[in-house]
């Protein structure tokens, strides 16, 4: 279809760069993990998309700064408001803040919101940890009554996992291990050997019945595509300019563009998604930022995923006649349960590390091993005080040396330098990364005053944690402690779960803003992402995740994504849209 | 006396020029002339037990804030900035900096002096920059080198770092100074060490802790800096950074050797 013959959708105001001829099916917010797989897996149906993205262009080939070292960036390349993760950290214009697009929180309630403004999104600085949710993640509310379940079984995704890990390029293991479903056979790429501290680690926890295995990561350890092979040097958080961490810059995006059905436009922020009278969606409208005009575009159909809490702003600020609390909100539950993931670390120097034998610890840059929730079993007998699981990154390495030192020095003159080598790659920290259960004190909504530059309405947090987060955030310290122990550590005294919480937000993984569910009372998209109030509209982030497992949410939104944009194709080529 | 008479740290002073700059210094009729304004060694106290040095005040400073602009939120990420901020150090906080981080970490055999590994330098970009947490170690570390100068006078010393003193790295050349000026600078040594060993060990009497506090996060800085530098990093043994065709070889026989002897004293079974 092209944009012309919708005679009656508002003429659009292309902007110069714009073709006013472009054809497209569907048009896709957003160029992070969802919207990507969404435009690959559509144009590979021979769908034509065109893809809006508020931020710029960027290409990690070009600009990645591969082998730079912290001595040649400013300020040791340490994080600054400017730059949270450091000077390197690939994210473009963003971070905790985005200049002149603020948000807020309601009194009494913290929350911090992670953004990116550059194709790709967050997809270029993400820990690539990809795990799989598991048969039980999906029926959480069936096994003990709490948030929701999702509308199809783990088999029902199991396929799509399979292709989508295929597609992004996982390296892991089949551990056996009842968190962590297997893959078909070919389908994960070998992990890279466990370095010295995560063996350390790995016998501390066999010891207590607790397993360390392979992490999954999107990181090539084969060449895949016109992708690379990891070379296990430079830090994937500063994207990668080989190709090896996956990110849709250098994968999904050049592929869909390849088969020629593909338009982007960058620096297009959408303020609205537009409906005609009768409430059905008829295309969008965006600010223009080089010139901060709007533009209508028409559309077919409307892909959302612009993240999870910014695809929800926009649905809210999409109100009309016909939908007055916000489009596709009939059932209220645009920015509701809004979930992050728990996060509380702590560490300790083990002194079976100090000294030791040198040699090159870069790997992959993350973790090799890590801990996956081995408490399934003691939750379904009761023997845990709270409802879900957590995992644990491990943190140790001889890592190149930075802005900061953690070392506890004395003195001064040469001694020192016997100090810090003494302490170089022995100290290990447990980051945990836990599941969240909604709950009615966790949501987002549109500031009544607040605007952003474009003069758009920016979203309002409100936050509180419950005390399944805090109580599975006591457990995982207090077993933290029991494995630096273990090793031979004498950590320093636990502090209270309320101090060692993470804020909301801070661990990147929010979602559930537009969840889908089995009915439309309760939730606000399908199974396929497709809004029940309108069937010309999909949400493909996070915000449709219906409940939070710990296992990092990247992996699912690509899976969601592309089993949702096969279910649109087919729509599409069946007539029915 | 006149700032053109004393030794300066400059920001692209390689080894090779501090050595020239103290040939230079020393072969000309500076040095000698310079000793005339310091009293002589034997007229120094004698430097006193940490435990008999009385603490002196917190320096209160007001520092104006600086309000330059970042390095903002899209930096090119391939070409460091010549000058991402106005340096703000004067020369002499420079120089007393340069030499403080010499005390902190001296050459010795085949390690560089801070100085010579661009710390100052490092430390000059990192107090002007004009984000919070630096503006935070700028007022910092200013105020230590106040309180260090006050501490150093109770010592017969006009201030705790002598601009001519040059850094540590730089003495034991062939380019030493004459004999007398080398004892001067040994006394005022003795008489440094006199006042860190108040504020940079394990255990700090509690007049002392700010300053304490300041030192610890000085010597976090200069470790910092020292150890970033491609050659510190070497030195300390960092392997990594470099790309590795084909699999990633894990720990090497030594490194799993030293792991299973540790298990075994722990009392753990290996896990492979």
Known sequence: ?577 | MSKSDTFYYQHSLSRRDSLKLFAALASSSLLPTLTGCEPAATQMVAPVAASSLVAPPWPQLTLTPLHSAGYGKDPNLLIKPAAPWPLTLTAAQLASLALLADLILPRQGEWPAASELAVPTVLDEWVSAPYPNQQQDRLMLLSLLGWLDAAAQQQGLRQFTDPRQVAVGTTSTSAEPANKSAAVQSTRFALQRTVLDAIAGPTVAAEFRQAAQAFDRLRQLVVAAYYCHETGSKLLGYQGNTAIAGDYPGPTAAAYQHLNAQLSKLGLTAVT
């Not at chain 1, 403004?117 to 949710?133: D, E, K, P």
């Not at chain 1, 300019?241 to 563009?257: E, V």
């Not at chain 1, 399934?376 to 900061?404: I, M, N, S, V, W």
């Open chain 1, 1 to 577: 279809m092209s944009a012309q013959s919708l005679t009656n959708a508002p003429k659009p105001e292309l902007t110069a760069d714009l073709d006013a001829d472009l054809n497209y099916d569907v048009l896709v917010v957003g160029s992070g993990a969802g919207g990507a797989m969404a435009a690959y897996e559509l144009t590979r149906q021979g769908q034509r998309v065109l893809l809006l993205e508020a931020g710029r262009d960027y290409d990690p080939k070009k600009e990645t700064p591969m082998f730079r070292r912290n001595s040649d960036a400013p300020l040791m390349g340490a994080a600054t408001p400017d730059k949270d993760f450091g000077f390197y950290d690939a994210t473009v214009d963003g971070g905790w803040q985005v200049p002149n697009e603020p948000y807020t929180a309601a009194a009494g309630s913290e929350f911090m919101w992670w953004r990116a403004r550059m194709l790709g999104g967050r997809t270029n600085h993400w820990g690539r940890y990809a795990l799989r949710f598991s048969p039980h993640d999906f029926k959480g509310k069936s096994r003990d009554g709490l948030g929701a379940d999702w509308p199809f079984e783990y088999d029902d995704i199991a396929p799509w996992y399979d292709k989508t890990e295929l597609l992004v390029g996982i390296c892991g293991t089949n551990t056996g291990l009842d968190d962590m479903p297997p893959s078909p056979d070919g389908v994960l790429q070998p992990p890279p050997k466990a370095r010295i501290p995560e063996l350390l680690v790995a016998a501390a926890a066999k010891k207590h019945g607790i397993t360390a295995v392979p992490m999954h990561r999107a990181v090539l350890t084969r060449p895949k595509d016109q992708r690379a092979a990891c070379f296990y040097a430079t830090s994937c958080g500063y994207g990668c300019s080989i190709g090896a961490a996956f990110q849709t810059t250098t994968s999904l995006l050049p592929m869909a563009l390849a088969t020629g059905l593909l338009t982007i436009k960058t620096n297009a922020m959408v303020k609205s998604v537009d409906t005609d009278d009768g409430g059905k969606v008829t295309g969008v409208t965006f600010i223009d930022k080089t010139n901060g005009l709007p533009v209508q575009l028409p559309a077919r159909v409307v892909i959302l995923a612009a993240s999870a809490c910014e695809s929800a702003r926009i649905l809210l600020n999409s109100a009309s006649n016909k939908h007055p609390r916000g489009l596709a909100n009939s059932s209220g539950q645009v920015g509701k349960n809004l979930m992050d993931s728990t996060g509380a670390n702590f560490g300790a120097y083990v002194p079976a590390l100090m000294d030791r034998p040198l040699y090159n610890e870069d790997g992959h840059t993350a973790n090799h091993l890590f801990i996956p929730w081995w408490g399934h079993q003691l939750q379904a007998e009761k023997k845990l005080d709270f409802p879900r699981g957590y995992h644990f990154e491990l943190g140790g390495r001889f890592t190149e040396p930075g802005a900061y030192t953690s070392a506890p020095l004395q003195g001064y003159g040469h001694d020192l330098r016997r100090q810090v080598r003494q302490h170089y790659g022995a100290y290990v920290s447990f980051a945990l990364r836990g599941e969240m259960l909604p709950n009615e004190h966790c949501y987002m909504e549109l500031d009544p005053l607040v605007k952003d530059k474009w003069g758009i309405p920016v979203a309002r947090f409100h936050w509180r944690w419950s005390e399944h987060e805090l109580k599975q955030v006591a457990h995982g310290l207090a077993t933290a402690k029991l494995l630096l122990e273990t090793m031979g550590a004498t950590p320093g005294p636990l502090p209270s779960p309320e101090q060692a919480i993470l804020k909301g937000g801070q661990v990147i993984h929010e979602v559930g803003t537009t969840r889908m569910g089995a009915s439309a009372a309760d939730s606000v998209t399908n199974q396929w992402g497709q809004t029940w109030d309108c069937d010309n509209l999909f949400v493909m982030d996070g915000g449709v995740f219906a409940s939070n497992p710990h296992k990092n949410c990247t992996l699912t939104i690509l899976t969601l994504a592309m089993r949702n944009s096969d279910y649109l194709a087919r729509q599409l080529r069946e007539g029915r849209l």
